[in-house]
C-alpha cells in the first residue's frame, strides 16, 4: 500500500476546489481565448506581414528596452531605498517607510499629466522612462523592505564577527536572503511598464500597448491588434519564466524563534545625512513635485470646479472598484489556497492569471466588449466594467491568497483534526481567519489598482458612468490641465488609503510585501 | 480511556524506514513515556497513533477498536485523541475560551460549553484567563491551556509530543509535574514522547524505549533502569559504564571493578563479555580491603548535590566514571580503593554489539 502522510492527503484538493479553481481559470482565460480567436481570424500572410514590417521590429524594440531599462533602474533605485531604510537610523523612519510607497497610489498617467503641465515639452522616450521608473521603484522597495524584515539578522552579526565588511554582508549574506523577493518586484515592474497605457500614451511613445490602441482605434482591426496583443503575452509569459527561474527555493532558519533586538543601526551623521538626501531626491520626484503640481493647478482654479461631478466620479470609481476586489478575490481563493497547496491546477491557474496581468487594458475591454455584446444585458454594464478590474488585477489576489494560505502552520491543521474538525470545518474555522489580514491586504491592492484602470474603463464603462479617471483623462487629453487637476489630486488621495492600510508602518513584518 | 496495542508497525517516509516492525502495549488509564535520542522515530509513532501519518503496515488499536490497518485508516478527526504538541499550538486567532471550547462548538449548548471550559481552567490552575490571547501568556500557561483544550474533548487518549521541551529548567520541573499529576487524576491514557530521562523516569508509570525506529524495552521506570536488556537501553535511562569482564561460575565475575585488568580477557574455561555499571554503583573507598581494587584520581567534576570522579586503572584505557556524594578525602592525583556495590548485569561477548 503506498502511504503518505495525512497533511499530504489532507492537502489534496476537494472537488468544489478544483471545480471552483477551473471556473477561475477558464474566466481568467477569456481575453486570451478572445487573442487566439482574433488573430485566427487573419491570413497568414497578414499576420507575417504585421509581425515582420520594420514599424513592428521597432515598436518591438522600443518595448523590450524601455522595460528592461525601466525594469534595471527601478530595481537599482528600489534595493537602495530599501537598505537605506533598514540599516539607517533615520529620523522619522516609519513614515519616511509609508512615504516611499505612496507613489504607487498615484497612476502613471498622472505623473505624467503633472510633469507635462510643469515642464511643457516633457515627452518621448527618456522621459517614459523617468516616470515609469518612479512609478514602479516602489514594488521593489516594497518586497526588498519585507525580505530585509524577514531576514535573520544574528547572520549579519556572525558575518561582522568573521571579519567582512558592509559591502561583502550586502554580497555574500544579505542578497542570497533578499534577491527572491527583489525578483518578485522586478516581475511586477517589467509586467507594469509592459501593459502600461496612460504614460506612454501622453508622452508619444511607440509601444507595444500603444501600438494596439492606435490600430483598434484608427482603423477597427481587431484581427492585427490581437497579433500584437499575443506578442506582448509571449513576452509576459517570457518575463514571468525568467523571474520563475532566477527564484531558488530559500528556508531561512532563524536562529532562534525569540525576537533578538536589533543591533545599533547606522547612525553617523553623514551616512545619515547622505542617505536622507536620497530618499528625499525620490520623495521629491515621485511624490512631492507631482502632488504640489496638482495642487497648484487645482488651487489656481478652485472656483470653477464642479463639485457635484466630482463627487459623483468618486462615488463611481470606489463602487466599481469594490465590486471588481470582491469579484477577485472570489476568483483568487480557490487559485490561491490550490496554489498553496501546490496542485499542478493551481499552478497552472496562477501562471495565466499573472499573464492576464500584463495584458493592455485595452486589450481585455476589446475582449470583454466582445463577450459582453453576445449577452445583450451584460454590455455597457456596471458588471461588466468590474468583471474586467477582477480579471485584469486578479494576480495580486492570488499572490495574497497564496502566500497567507502558506503561512498558516501546518501544525494548527493537524491540531484541529485531532481535535475532531473535519476538512471544511479545519478549513472554515482554522485557515480562513488566520489568512483573512492577507485576504484583505490582497482585495486592497485590487480596489487600488481598479481606482487607477483607465483603458478598460474608457472601453467598457456604461453610458453615463465617469470615474476620477476617466473624468482626468477627457479633460487633460484635450489639454484642460486646470479642469483635469481635482481629478487626478482626489484619485491620488483616495487612492493612498489603500495603500497606506496595506503598508501600514505599525505592521512589523510588512505583509504587503509579498503580496502588492 | 483506552488501552494502546500496536503491532508490527511499520512507517516509511520518502523511501526511508523510519518504524520498523515496533510493537507497543500500554495499558488503560497509564502515563506512559515514549523515551529515545533525537531521530529514533518517536515523534513519528505519535503521528502514526494520530492518524496524521498513515502507516505502511501493522496494526494499531485503541481499546477494542482497530483504527489502523492495512485495509482501515481512520482519520484523525474520529479518532477522538486529545494532541499537545510542543509549546502548546494554540490558534493565535482564538482566546483561551474559544481555544479550549474548541472541539465542542456545535456539540454543546453555550452554557454548558462556559461551564465546562471555567471547571478545566481552574483544573489546569488558570481561573479567569477566558479571553486572554494565546501571545499574552507565557509558554507554561500555553501548554496548560492546550491540556485543557485537549481534555475538552474528554478523549480516549492524550498524545503529549514534547511538551515542556521549551521551558526553562525550572519551569519546566514544576509544570512537568502538575501536568502528569493531572493527567494521572483524570485517569486518561496518556502518552509522552521525550527525550528527557528525567522527564520520562519520574512521570511516567511505564516507559518505551525507542532505538532505530523500534522500541526496544518497555517497563516500569524501576525496571528498565535498573534492568535494562542492552547497552543501548541501559544509556537511553542513564549514565553507563560498558566494562570488560569474565562470567567464572554461577554468579561470580571478574571485572576491573574487583580484579586487576590483567587477569581479564580471553581465558580458558571463563566466558568473556561485558558488565553495565551505573556510575553511582561504583563505590570509593579511602583504605584497601577485600575485592577492592586500586585506581587513581584523574578528574574531580563538582555538581553540588553529587560529583563524578574519573578514574585511571592500571593496564585499562578506558577512564572510568563514579558518581559520590561525599568527595571529603578525595584528591585529584591521589590513589583511591575502588569496589563495585550494584548488580551484575552480565552481556555475552556476541550480544555486546547490540
Redesign the interface.
Known amino acids: 500500500?503506498g502511504?503518505?502522510?495525512?497533511?499530504k492527503?489532507q492537502s489534496r484538493p476537494s472537488i468544489t476546489l478544483i471545480a471552483a479553481s477551473l471556473i477561475a481559470f477558464l474566466t481568467a482565460s477569456l481575453p486570451l481565448f478572445y487573442l487566439f480567436r482574433r488573430a485566427i481570424d487573419a491570413e497568414v500572410s497578414e499576420i507575417s506581414l504585421i509581425l515582420f514590417r520594420s514599424k513592428t521590429l521597432e515598436i518591438l524594440a522600443t518595448t523590450l528596452g524601455l522595460t528592461i531599462a525601466v525594469t534595471a533602474l527601478s530595481t537599482l533605485i528600489g534595493i537602495a531605498l530599501a537598505w537605506t531604510l533598514f540599516n539607517i537610523d533615520l529620523p522619522f523612519k516609519s513614515t519616511l517607510q509609508a512615504l516611499v510607497i505612496l507613489p504607487v497610489a498615484i497612476p502613471s498617467y498622472v505623473f505624467t499629466y503633472s510633469w507635462i503641465s510643469l515642464i511643457p515639452g516633457f515627452k518621448g522616450l527618456w522621459a517614459a522612462l523617468f516616470v515609469l521608473v518612479l512609478a514602479t521603484t516602489p514594488f521593489i522597495t516594497l518586497t526588498t523592505l519585507a525580505a530585509l524584515r524577514r531576514s535573520d539578522w544574528s547572520t549579519y552579526e556572525v558575518a561582522q564577527t568573521l571579519g567582512l565588511n558592509g559591502l561583502q554582508i550586502f554580497v555574500r549574506v544579505t542578497w542570497p536572503q533578499i534577491k527572491n523577493s527583489v525578483a518578485a518586484g522586478s516581475l511586477l515592474s517589467a509586467l507594469y511598464v509592459l501593459s502600461d497605457f496612460g504614460a506612454i500614451s501622453l508622452l508619444g511613445v511607440d509601444t507595444l500597448t500603444r501600438a494596439i490602441e492606435n490600430i483598434y482605434r484608427g482603423s477597427f482591426d481587431r484581427s492585427s491588434a490581437s497579433i500584437l496583443a499575443l506578442i506582448l503575452v509571449a513576452i509576459s509569459a517570457l518575463v514571468i519564466r525568467l523571474e520563475e527561474r532566477s527564484r531558488q527555493r530559500l528556508h531561512i532558519i532563524k536562529s532562534s524563534n525569540r525576537i533578538i533586538k536589533r543591533a545599533k543601526t547606522n547612525d553617523k551623521f553623514k551616512v545619515k545625512l547622505i542617505a536622507l538626501f536620497g530618499i528625499g531626491s525620490y520623495l521629491a520626484l515621485g511624490l512631492v513635485i507631482p502632488l504640489f503640481q496638482l495642487l497648484s493647478i487645482f488651487l489656481a482654479n478652485s472656483t470653477s470646479i464642479n463639485y457635484s461631478l466630482l463627487f459623483k466620479a468618486s462615488i463611481s470609481t470606489l463602487i466599481a472598484a469594490c465590486l471588481g476586489a470582491l469579484i477577485a478575490l472570489a476568483l483568487a481563493l480557490p487559485v490561491g489556497v490550490l496554489s498553496a497547496q501546490g496542485s499542478r491546477l493551481g499552478r497552472v491557474s496562477d501562471k495565466a492569471i499573472l499573464i492576464v496581468h500584463a495584458l493592455p487594458g485595452i486589450v481585455m475591454g476589446l475582449a470583454l466588449v466582445s463577450f459582453g455584446s453576445s449577452i445583450g444585458w451584460l454590455y455597457q454594464s456596471l458588471l461588466l466594467l468590474s468583471f474586467a478590474y477582477a480579471l485584469l488585477f486578479m494576480a495580486k489576489a492570488v499572490g495574497s491568497v497564496r502566500s497567507s494560505v502558506d503561512r498558516v502552520?501546518k501544525?494548527?491543521i493537524?491540531?484541529?483534526?485531532?481535535?475532531?474538525?473535519?476538512k471544511s470545518a479545519t478549513f472554515r474555522?482554522?485557515v480562513i481567519?488566520?489568512a483573512t489580514p492577507g485576504l484583505l491586504s490582497g482585495t486592497l491592492l485590487v480596489l487600488l489598482a481598479a481606482m487607477k484602470e483607465l483603458p478598460a474603463t474608457l472601453m467598457l464603462k456604461p453610458i453615463g458612468f465617469e470615474t476620477l479617471a476617466t473624468q482626468m483623462w477627457s479633460y487633460s487629453s484635450i489639454f484642460r490641465f486646470n479642469e483635469a487637476a481635482p481629478y487626478a489630486l482626489l484619485l491620488v488621495l483616495i487612492a493612498a488609503i489603500p495603500t497606506f492600510l496595506i503598508n501600514r508602518p505599525d505592521k512589523g513584518d510588512g505583509i504587503g510585501g509579498d503580496q502588492i | 480511556m483506552s488501552s494502546l496495542e500496536i503491532r508490527d508497525l511499520t512507517?516509511?517516509?520518502g523511501n526511508r524506514i523510519i518504524l520498523k516492525n515496533l510493537d507497543l502495549s500500554i495499558s488503560s488509564g497509564s502515563f506512559a513515556a515514549i523515551l529515545g535520542p533525537s531521530g529514533c522515530g518517536k515523534t513519528t509513532l505519535l503521528?502514526s497513533i494520530?492518524?496524521?501519518?498513515?502507516?505502511?503496515?501493522g496494526a494499531i488499536r485503541f481499546g477494542k477498536q482497530l483504527v489502523s490497518v492495512?485495509s482501515l485508516v481512520l482519520?484523525?478527526?474520529?479518532?477522538?485523541?486529545?494532541?499537545v504538541?510542543q509549546e502548546g499550538?494554540l490558534?493565535?486567532?482564538?482566546s483561551v475560551e474559544e481555544n479550549v471550547s474548541?472541539?465542542l462548538?456545535k456539540k454543546t449548548s453555550k452554557k454548558d460549553r462556559d461551564e465546562l471550559v471555567e471547571e478545566l481552567l481552574d483544573l489546569v490552575g488558570m481561573p479567569n484567563y477566558q479571553k486572554r490571547l494565546p501571545q499574552e501568556l507565557s509558554g507554561g500557561q500555553q501548554t496548560r491551556i492546550a491540556l485543557a483544550?485537549?481534555l475538552a474533548?474528554k478523549p480516549a487518549m492524550i498524545?503529549l509530543d514534547e511538551p515542556f521541551a521549551a521551558l526553562d529548567q525550572t519551569l519546566r520541573s514544576e509544570i512537568s509535574q502538575e501536568v502528569v499529576a493531572l493527567l494521572k487524576s483524570s485517569k486518561t491514557t496518556s502518552i509522552m514522547v521525550t527525550h528527557d530521562r528525567e522527564d520520562a523516569l519520574v512521570s511516567a508509570d511505564i516507559i518505551a524505549l525507542m532505538r532505530d525506529g523500534q522500541v526496544v524495552q518497555s517497563g516500569s521506570p524501576s525496571e528498565v533502569y535498573l534492568k535494562p536488556i542492552s547497552a543501548a537501553a541501559a544509556e537511553s535511562t542513564g549514565d553507563i559504564l560498558t566494562l570488560p569482564a569474565n562470567k567464572i561460575e554461577g554468579n561470580q565475575y571478574l571485572s576491573p571493578l574487583n580484579s586487576p585488568v590483567e587477569q581479564i580477557g580471553q581465558r580458558a574455561g571463563y566466558e568473556s563479555g561485558q558488565i553495565l555499571v551505573r556510575p553511582e554503583e561504583i563505590a570509593l573507598n579511602l583504605e584497601p580491603g577485600e575485592r577492592r581494587v586500586s585506581a587513581k584520581i584523574s578528574k574531580i567534576n563538582y555538581y553540588g548535590h553529587d560529583a563524578l570522579v574519573e578514574l585511571n586503572f592500571a593496564g585499562l584505557a578506558q577512564i572510568v566514571r563514579a558518581r559520590v556524594t561525599d568527595t571529603r578525602g578525595l584528591e585529584v592525583g591521589s590513589n583511591i580503593f575502588v569496589s563495585h556495590k550494584g548488580p551484575i548485569r552480565w552481556v555475552p561477548e556476541k550480544a555486546t554489539d547490540q
Not at chain 2, 482519520?75 to 494532541?83: A, C, E, M, S, V
Not at chain 2, 490558534?91 to 482564538?94: A, E, G, I, T
Open positions: 500500500m502511504q503518505d502522510s495525512w497533511a492527503r502552520p501544525n494548527l493537524e491540531i484541529s483534526a485531532t481535535l475532531g474538525l473535519p474555522r482554522v481567519p488566520l | 512507517v516509511e517516509l503521528r494520530a492518524g496524521l501519518i498513515t502507516p505502511k503496515g492495512s482519520p484523525p478527526h474520529k479518532r477522538n485523541i486529545g494532541y504538541p499550538g490558534f493565535p486567532h482564538l474548541f472541539s462548538v483544550r485537549a474533548m498524545l
